[in-house]
């Protein structure tokens, strides 16, 4: 009911329309999230590998031969949402115009992450990691905040970009 008296109210006097640049415009984005998402297929790898090397599995074994397969993929998800989320919620012309080549690295990390999830490839994973890493080094660079590269504290103890945050 109300929803039909709204409608003929705009129809009468034209309400202004508003939007958003996503469903709760909260600001809060970091790519973080689908740094770590990477790491985490890597360490999913090395352990599958390890695993590999065994000659004869136990059924423990081909449980956790699952287990590591699902967790990568399960990762390999997040890398898609957290990247995707930033570059349509955040990215906009002014970054666009700054950064022309986002598109196309975005588009390189969708199908990079396809390619770590398809297979059990340790320098896959390191690619997609590169290419996630130049993904963090441009977003903090919209928002004027340098960077640095680090390893990681845990395995698989790989080179992050992370924010100078003083």
């Not at 666009?96 to 297979?119: G, N, R």
């Not at 441009?138 to 004027?144: H, S, V």
Request: proline share 5%; aromatic share 8%.
């Amino acid at each position: 009911m109300l929803f039909k008296l709204l409608n003929k109210l705009d129809a009468k006097m034209g309400f202004e329309r508003v939007s958003a640049h996503c469903d709760i415009p909260c600001k809060i984005y970091d790519p973080i999230s689908a740094q770590l998402a990477v790491l985490t297929m890597i360490r999913m790898v090395d352990l599958l590998e390890e695993l590999n090397q065994k000659s004869d599995w136990t059924a423990n074994d081909k449980a956790q031969f699952s287990r590591l397969v699902s967790e990568k993929e399960t990762h390999g998800h997040k890398v898609k949402e957290e990247v995707r989320v930033i570059w349509g919620d955040y990215i906009k012309q002014p970054q666009l115009d700054a950064f022309p080549e986002i598109h196309q690295l975005v588009h390189s990390i969708m199908l990079k992450t396809s390619a770590a999830k398809q297979h059990i490839d340790r320098a896959v994973t390191l690619e997609l990691l590169e290419l996630v890493n130049r993904f963090a080094e441009i977003f903090w660079a919209t928002k004027g905040v340098e960077v640095f590269r680090a390893v990681s504290p845990y395995p698989p103890a790989q080179e992050l970009v992370y924010p100078k945050l003083n």
